[in-house]
């Protein structure tokens, strides 16, 4: 599941870069390092996961699956 | 300007004498103090292999670093001040790996001749290790794989490490029946299982801790290729490697003692390698951590946070607790984590607390101690209303159920709940719940 989030945030990167919407694209490029450590899910609060969530487009009502997911043990 | 150095610190002999991997090399002391006095800048000491007077490196610094000391010349030479801060360099291993000189040349284990080992749990323990990997890459594999496969008895931490399930782990003998299934093991067992493991490397240990086996928490460090490194699986019982190794999170128990920062780079760079051979994953380093940090602060600046209400959030640690498999002991640690991350905005608001504690539980027909998590919230912060907190009891299986003041009051003074103070650093406590504690209990 981590790696899906980080290439839908790959993919948004690049779409806001050809936009040139730098504002968003600043928002993934500080998910993208967000995303690098495997445990970044143990290492925030809840509230600031589902504000990723909600910036990679996933649907909310996938907020609390996508959640158990990613703080699963591996 | 030699001389009048050796007149103020007193040194009067022509020549000093170092004893160096059982033979002895003699310096001119001359030459010593006209290398401390500046002679070292006609060096290029970052050279990993570089000669000095006809020595090693690595040994002429241990030689100098003896000289230093037998001759008291931090503090006698400290107006000399380019010499002071060179000396400073020295002791610090900046230039040199020169532990590896002072190690014990000898293991030193009282048990080792008492440590039989379960062939079920040797051949889990070595499958799979790359036959090409270098002594300490073995040493490093052995101790991540016992992480992940031997877990620390709940029963044991929840009995404050007394009573009869602490005789049981007293003998020595058990250890021939961990298996990976059998595998609940304490401090000093993991020690002394790591330690046969070292033994049929050939690599030279010394087991920490002195008194009878079983007695007092044990580690142990070893010598591997140039690395002194510490092995200490349960530096914490619930942060430790046992838990760490299970869900791939940094180790802090296999520590470099090496002073040199190249020596400590190195051996990191082989924890990684190693730890990514078998989970295929990266540990992060010091500095990835604070820069983890760095941009979550900055996240939090750049976008509006989600709310979450807290019954939502009770909802989602509920699922994952039953979810989630790991031993007793690890789902404790995890449960604890993912605790503080889930309630993380009510602890910072001091609406929200997790606190260990051992509870009685009937196992068969015996009734034995575990430990559990007691959860507090309230809605107006502890401080403010204390009459309105709910406790939630969260059990070593992830089942949670509901407590009222009155009941974790009841079983406190029954003795069905204890706090554990042994093994832990600080006191834990339940808001709003005052339990005196036992006084013989350390």
């Known amino acids: 599941m981590l790696n899906k989030l980080r290439e839908k945030n790959q993919q948004l990167l690049r779409d806001y870069h050809q936009k040139k919407d730098y504002k968003n694209e600043t928002t993934q490029k500080i998910i993208e390092q967000l995303l690098k450590q495997d445990d970044c899910f143990l290492k925030m609060s809840i509230e600031q996961a589902f504000t990723i969530f909600r910036e990679l487009n996933c649907k909310r009502e996938r907020f609390e699956e996508i959640y158990l997911q990613v703080t699963k043990p591996n | 300007m030699i001389d009048l150095f050796k007149d103020i610190v007193g040194i009067k002999a022509k020549t000093f004498s170092v004893k160096i991997n059982n033979k002895t090399k003699k310096y001119s002391v001359d030459n010593l103090c006209m290398f401390l006095m500046g002679g070292y800048a006609n060096y290029d000491l970052t050279d990993p292999n570089l000669v000095i007077n006809g020595v090693k490196k690595d040994e002429f610094f241990y030689s100098l670093k003896k000289f230093i000391m037998h001759y008291n010349l931090r503090t006698q030479a400290f107006f000399f001040d380019s010499v002071n801060m060179f000396i400073d360099d020295v002791l610090n291993d900046k230039y040199a790996n020169t532990v590896q000189y002072s190690f014990s040349k000898v293991t030193k284990d009282d048990n080792l001749d008492d440590v039989v080992l379960n062939q079920k749990l ?12 270098s002594e300490a890459q073995k040493a490093t594999y052995i101790y991540i794989k016992l992480c992940k496969v031997l877990s620390y008895d709940p029963e044991f931490y929840a009995s404050n490490q007394r009573g009869m399930i602490a005789r049981s782990h007293q003998d020595i003998e058990r250890l021939a029946n961990i298996t990976p299934k059998n595998n609940q093991i304490v401090c000093y067992e993991f020690t002394q299982i790591f330690a046969k493991f070292l033994n049929m490397l050939n690599i030279t240990y010394v087991v920490s801790g002195s008194g009878e086996y079983g007695s007092m928490h044990n580690s ?52 990684n390698q190693v730890y990514h051979d078998i989970v295929k994953y990266e ?16 996240f939090g600046d750049w976008c509006e946070t989600e709310d979450i209400d807290i019954s939502t959030k009770v909802q989602i640690f509920k699922k994952q607790a039953q979810k989630v498999e790991l031993p007793a002991m690890e789902k404790i640690s995890y449960m604890r984590r993912l605790a503080k991350v889930v309630f993380a905005e009510e602890k910072l608001n001091k609406q929200f607390d997790v606190c260990i504690i051992s509870q009685k539980v009937i196992s068969g027909l015996s009734i034995k101690n575990m430990p559990a998590l007691i959860f507090s919230y309230c809605e107006d912060g502890f401080k403010y209303n204390e009459f309105a907190i709910k406790y939630k009891l969260v059990d070593e299986k ?32 339940i808001p709003g719940v005052d339990i005196e504690e036992d006084e013989d209990v350390k």
């Open chain 2, 122 to 133: 040797i051949d889990c323990i070595l499958d799979g290790m790359p036959s090409n990997y």
């Open chain 2, 398 to 429: 992830g089942n949670i159920t509901d407590l009222t003041y009155d009941e974790i009051n009841r079983k406190f003074d029954e003795g069905k709940f204890k706090h554990i103070t042994s093994g832990v650093n600080v006191r834990h406590t």
């Open chain 2, 220 to 271: 142990l460090v070893f010598k591997v290729n140039d690395f002194i490194v510490k092995a200490d699986s349960v530096s914490s019982i619930i942060g430790g490697d046992l838990f760490n190794a299970k869900v791939n999170k940094n180790l802090v128990g296999l520590v470099c003692k090496n002073k040199n920062t190249n020596t400590k780079n190195k051996f990191s760079s082989i924890i």
């Open chain 2, 283 to 298: 540990p992060q380093t010091e500095a990835e951590e604070s820069s983890f940090e760095n941009f979550l602060s900055m």
